[in-house]
Nanobody, 122 residues
């Protein structure tokens, strides 16, 4: 599975962005998907994850109520809608695929995209 992220950019605090991750391969629907982020000097953080069917979602406390993860197994895509962005959301955001949302929460994944930069100005 190859993952390609898009949709990052520069936005003012309070603004919105929608990140998209396009996956290649026929087995997309068999993977749980997640969005990680990493800011300079900080550890990588899982911000959201979604199960293979989309019925189960996980959000980090720091983004609950502001970020929404969704997937389309017919289109092999997973999106991250971000609203009410804060300067502390500034990071490189990565799309990742793993066996389950539990393994993603443990920081374990099988595939990883190249990342897209999100910068939130104050």
């Amino acid at each position: 599975v190859q993952l390609v992220e898009s949709g990052g950019g520069l936005v003012q605090a309070g603004g919105s962005l929608r990140l998209a991750c396009a996956a290649s391969g026929r087995t997309f629907s068999s993977y749980a998907m997640g969005w990680f982020r990493q800011a300079p000097g900080k550890q990588r953080e899982l911000v959201a994850a979604i199960s293979t069917s989309g019925s189960s979602r996980y959000y980090a406390e720091s983004v609950k109520g502001r970020f929404t993860i969704s997937r389309d197994n017919a289109e092999n895509t997973v999106d991250l809608q971000m609203i009410s962005l804060k300067p502390e959301d500034t990071a490189v955001y990565y799309c990742a695929a793993g066996p389950t949302t539990v393994t993603l929460r443990r920081g374990l994944f099988d595939y990883w995209g190249q990342g897209t930069q999100v910068t939130v100005s104050s």
